[in-house]
C-alpha cells in the first residue's frame, strides 16, 4: 500500500511538471486581464511581474511553487489576488454537490436498469434501453444543457436557468427552505450530466451481469429451483458488481471537473468553471492548483477503483 | 465479406448495418453537398435574410447572417469527421507502438513509458487539451488533429501493452523466438496482428468520443477556427439565436447525435462480435 | 429631490370614499403603502475591488458608483468643458479663485458608512493618492494637469491647476471620488487591493457594503437617512454570471431584475420584449468599435518601415468606402447604434461635429485601388502588386461576438473587390499580446472611452505611437495634434477646432470606424422612476422604488 501511495504521489508530481510546461508554451499575457483596458505603465507592469515573480526564469519560478504546495500554499491568483487555496476551496463544495448526486443518480439508476437488461438479453426492453443509452452517450453535454434550459428555465420557468442559489435568499432562512432553493437549482445541470453519463454505467452492469449469469454457480442456484429474484441479486449480482463499483473510482474526477461544461453551460460555480476561466486568462497559478488538485483525485481515484474492485469481487479476495 | 468470422457477424446484427447506412448517407452528403448546396460562407442578406425559418431554399433555414444552415451543417460534417478520423488513426498509431515497445520490451523501458501515461492519464483530456491548445495565437486545424491524436493514445497503449504482456507468453511467440526470430520480426509479425482487435474497437467508439470532443472545443472557441464551419462552433453560435432560430441550434446538435450514434452502432457491434466470450 | 408624487395622492385620498380606493388599480396605492425592495443586477464580471483608484469599468465600477459618491455628477448633456454641466453630489457648492484654481465647499451632511463626517482631507489624500504615477497608475495621467490639493478647514478644498484649459472642473470631479481619508491613509498605497478596505469598501453613497461571496454576487443595503435621501430600494445585488446566454436566461426567468449590454445579438430583443416584464431602455455608451489599420510594416521588427499595403492612403481609403457600414451595424445591433464618423463614442459631446462620411461607393474603391497598383494579373479573385497579393489579417479577439460577426461581414463584403482577409480569432489575452506588438494588418479594437473627448490623444496622437494599448496603428498626423491641443487648452468655444481635426482624422483614414453603440439595458417593469444615467448608468438607482403591486417575495425582506 506504501508503494502504491508512494507511486500515486511521483504520479502527480509528473502530471503538475507536465500541465506546468504545457502551460508555460502558451502565448497571451495574464498581466492583459488586470490592464482594464487602460495601458498599464512599464513601471506598474514590472512591479506586477515582480510580486507574481512572472520575471524569474521558468526553474525558479517552478521550484518556488513547488516549495508553496510543500508548505500548503498554492500562491495568489494574478487575476483576482486571492489565494488559490481559497478559490478552491470556494469552488469545491458546489463541484463535490453536483458530482455527488450524478453519481447517486447514475449509478442508482444505471445498475438496476442494467440487471434488468441482462435478465432479458434480446428482449424488446433490453434493446429498447440498449437504444437509447447509446443515443444518450452520443450527445454533447452542453447542447443537451442549452436546450433543457432554453424549454424548462426560459420557455416554460419551471425551474432557474442558472446558479447554484438565489442570491437574494436572506442567508439566515430556515435551513430547509435554503435546500430546496440549492435543490431546484440543481435539477437540470444533474439531469443534463446523467443523461450523457448514465449509459456507461448501464452497459458495464449488463455485460457483468450476463456474465455472471452464464456462471455455472448461478445456473447450478436456478436449477435448484431458487426464485428469479434471489438467485439475480444474490447470486449473479454479486459476482457482477465488481467491475460497476469500479467505475466508481474512475468516477472520482468527474466529481471535480468532469463537468466543465454543464457548470459553463449552467453557470454553475464549480471547478470545471474556474478552471476554463482560468486557462483562458492564463491565470497560472489557478491552472495548476486545478491541476494539482484533478491529478490527485485522479490518481485516489485509480487507487480506489483497484481496492473497491477487490473487495466486490469475491474471487479477488485474499 | 462472407463466413463466420467476427466481421461478418458484426456486419449481420441490425445495429450495426443501421449504423453503416448512417454513416454512409453522411459521407455521401459530405461528397456530393458542395456541388448542389450554397456557398456556406455566402451572406445573401444579413439584413432580411437572417435566421430565416427552413423553406424549399434553405431546407434548414438560416443563420444570424443569413448563411445557408443546411450548407454550413454538410460542410462541418466534412470537417468534424476528418479530423475525427484522423485524429484517431494518429492517436491508435502512437498507441500501439507505445503499447507494443513497452509491453515486449519491458523492464525500464516499460516503467517509464508507463509512468509517463500514468501521469497524461492523471489529467482529464479535456484539461490536457485545453493547456494545449492555448498554446497557439490560431489554431491549424493540421494542429488539432494533431493535439487531439496526442491525448488520445494513452488508455490505447495501456491495453495494448497488457495485450503484448499476455500474447508474449503464448507457445507460438515462445515458439517463433526458439527458432531465432529477432525482437522487431517478433513484435511486428507476431504480436501486433494478435494484439489489433481490441484496438480497432476502441478506435471505433473512439471516434465517437473525438467528435463530442471537438464539438466541445469548438464549442469553448478552441477547436476549429471560423469562418471554417463545425457543429461545435455552429452550436456555440446558434445560443445567441436558439430562441430567434431554433433550427440553428437544432441542426448542429441532431447532427452530432446522429452522427456518433451512427460510429458508436458500428463500434458496439464490432466489440460483441470480437469478444472472446461470444 | 423629495418625491412629489406623495401631496396630490394624499389630497386623493381625502376627497375618495374608502371603497373606491380600494378599487383603484395597485399604482396609486403606492404612495401610501411602500415595500422595502429589492433588486438584482446581472453583470458579467466578478467586481473585485469596487473601490475608487482601483477600479474604471465594468461591474466594479458599478458597484464603486453605488458606495462612493463625486464632488458633483455629469448632467445628461455629458458636456465636459466649464462645470455648467454639472450638478452638486458631495460639494454643496463650488466657486472659481483664478483661471487656474477651483473651491468646493463640501455638504455638511455628508457621512462615511462608518459614521465619520466627509471632510475636506478625504479628498485631498485620495486625489494626492491618485496622483502620484506610483499609486494612481491610468488616474495619474488624467489628473496630470492638477498641480496642487489642499484642504481650508474641514469643508472646503481648492484645487490649483498647472494651466488653464476647457476641462479642469470635469478633471477634479469626475475620476476619482474621494474615499475615507481615516480609513485608507493607514494602508500602503501598493497594497490597497489586497486590503480589507478593498474587500469591504467602507463609502458615502446612498448604498453600504454587505456582503460579497467571490464569484457570485455582491450584495448592498440602502443607508436610511442618507444626505441624498434614503433609496426606494433596499437591498441592492450585483449577481456576477460569466455566461451571456446564462445570464440572460436569469434575467428572463424573473430570477434577475436588471441588466446591461442585452443586445447584442439582437435576437435578444425580442425575447425581452416577449417575455412581457422588461422594458428595453438604450444609454448612450463609450464604446467604438473600428478596424485600425497598421501604419507599420509588421515584418520589420523596428515598425520604422511603412507598412507594403496600408502605408498608402489610397488603399485605406478604398477599403472604408467600399464597406457598407451602416448595414453591418444594423445586422448586428439592430436600431441601437450609430454609425461613427470618427473616433467618437456616443459620450463624446463632440461626435456630431464631424463631416458625414461619403456614401458606400465600390466603383470608387475599385479606382483607389487601381489608382494605387493594386490589379488581378493572375485572374485568381485576389488583388496583387509586384507579385505581393493584396492579403490582410484581421486579429479578432474571440470573446466578442459582435466583433467576430462584423469581421466575417467584412471578409465577405471585400471579396468581390478582390482584398482577401483573412479573419484570425484570438484569444483574449493572445489578440492583446499581438496588438501590442503591433502585430497585426487589420486589427479590430474596440474603446470604452470616458466622457471626456480629450481622450482622444491616447490613441490618435504621434506622442503616443506605438506605445501598448494605446496608438497600435502608428497613425500620427501633426496637424490633427496641433488641432487637439488647440480645442483643448484655448479658451472660449472649442468646437471649431474639435471640427477641424475631426475632419483631418476621416481624411487620413487611420481606421474603418464602425460602431458606436448605445449600452441596451433591460429593466423589469415593476419599477418605478427607473431611469440609467450615461456616465454612469446605475447611479440614479437611489430612486428608483417597487411598484407594490408588483412586489416579489424578496421584495419584502428586510434584514
Known sequence: ?318 | MTGSGPYSRAWRTPGARAGLALLLLLALAAIAGPFVLPDPAAQPDVLAGANLPPSAVHPLGTDQLSRDVLARLVSGARISLAVALLAVALAMTIGTLVGLVAGYAGGWTDALLMRLVDAALAIPRLFLLLLLLAAWERIPLWALVVMIGATGWLATSRVVRAEVRRLATEPFVLGAAALGAGPGRIAFRHLLPNALGPVLVSATLGVGNVILLEAGLSFLGLGVQPPLPSWGGMIFDARETMHAAPWTMLAPGAAIVVTVLAVNLVGEALRRATEPGR | MSRTRAPLACARRLLLPAAIVALLPAGSLAAQRTVPGSAVIIVGQDPVTPVPTLTRLGASLDVSNQLFLRLARLGPGLRTWGDSGFAPELARRWSRRDSVTLVFDLDSRARWHDGRPVVANDVVTTLDRARIPATGGRYASLLSEIADVRAEGNRRVVVTFRRRYAEQFYDAVFHVPPMPAHLVAPIPAESLAASRFAREPVGNGPYRWVRSVPGQLVELEAVRGHFLGTAGILRLVFRVVPDADARLNLLLSGDGDAQEAVSPPVANLERIRAAGHLREVPVASGMLGYILFNHADPADSARARPHPVLGDVRVRRALVRALDRERMVRAVFGPYAAVPEGPTSQLWWIRSLAPAAAPVDTAAARRLLAEAGWRDTDGDGVLDRAGRPLVLRLGVPAPSAPRRLIALQVQEQLRPLGVQVDVQVLEGSVWQERRNRGDFDLDFGAAVQDPSPSGIVNSWSCANAGRPDANVGRYCDPAVDSLVALARFSSGDPAPYWREALARIQADAPAIFLYAPATVFAVSTRYRDATLRADSPWADLRRWSVDPGRALPRDRVTR
Open chain 1, 1 to 318: 500500500m506504501a508503494g502504491r501511495l508512494l507511486q500515486g504521489l511521483l504520479t502527480v508530481a509528473l502530471a503538475a511538471v507536465l500541465a506546468f510546461v504545457l502551460m508555460r508554451l502558451a502565448p497571451g499575457d495574464p498581466l492583459a486581464v488586470l490592464g482594464d483596458d487602460r495601458p498599464l505603465t512599464a513601471e506598474a507592469r514590472a512591479q506586477l511581474e515582480a510580486r507574481f515573480g512572472l520575471d524569474r526564469p521558468l526553474g525558479a519560478q517552478f521550484a518556488s511553487w513547488a516549495g508553496g504546495v510543500a508548505r500548503g500554499d498554492l500562491g495568489v491568483s494574478i487575476a483576482t489576488g486571492q489565494p488559490v487555496t481559497r478559490l478552491l476551496l470556494d469552488r469545491l463544495p458546489a463541484s463535490l454537490l453536483l458530482g455527488g448526486v450524478v453519481l447517486v443518480l447514475t449509478f442508482g439508476l444505471g445498475i438496476p436498469l442494467g440487471v434488468l437488461q441482462a435478465t432479458r438479453p434480446g428482449s424488446a426492453a433490453d434493446r429498447l434501453l440498449g437504444g437509447l443509452s447509446l443515443a444518450a452517450w452520443a450527445v454533447p453535454s452542453f447542447w443537451l444543457g442549452l436546450v433543457l434550459a432554453g424549454t424548462f428555465a426560459v420557455r416554460w420557468r419551471l425551474l432557474p436557468a442558472a446558479g447554484m442559489t438565489d442570491p437574494l435568499l436572506d442567508p439566515g432562512a430556515p435551513w430547509a427552505v435554503r435546500a430546496a432553493d440549492v435543490l431546484r437549482h440543481l435539477v437540470l445541470p444533474a439531469l443534463t450530466l446523467t443523461v450523457v453519463s448514465i449509459a456507461a454505467v448501464m452497459r458495464y452492469q449488463r455485460a457483468a451481469m450476463l456474465a455472471a449469469l452464464a456462471q455455472p454457480s448461478v445456473l447450478a442456484a436456478r436449477a435448484r429451483g431458487l426464485p428469479g429474484p434471489a438467485v439475480i441479486w444474490r447470486h449473479a449480482w454479486r459476482n457482477a458488481i465488481g467491475p460497476v463499483v469500479a467505475l466508481l473510482g474512475l468516477w472520482l474526477p468527474l466529481l471535480v471537473t468532469g463537468a466543465v461544461f454543464v457548470e459553463y453551460v449552467f453557470d454553475w460555480p464549480g471547478l470545471g468553471q474556474l478552471a476554463a476561466l482560468a486557462v483562458a486568462a492564463r491565470d497560472y497559478p489557478v491552472v495548476m492548483g486545478v491541476t494539482l488538485l484533478v491529478a490527485a483525485a485522479t490518481v485516489a481515484g485509480n487507487v480506489a477503483a483497484d481496492v473497491l474492485h477487490a473487495a466486490a469481487d469475491p474471487r479477488l479476495r485474499p
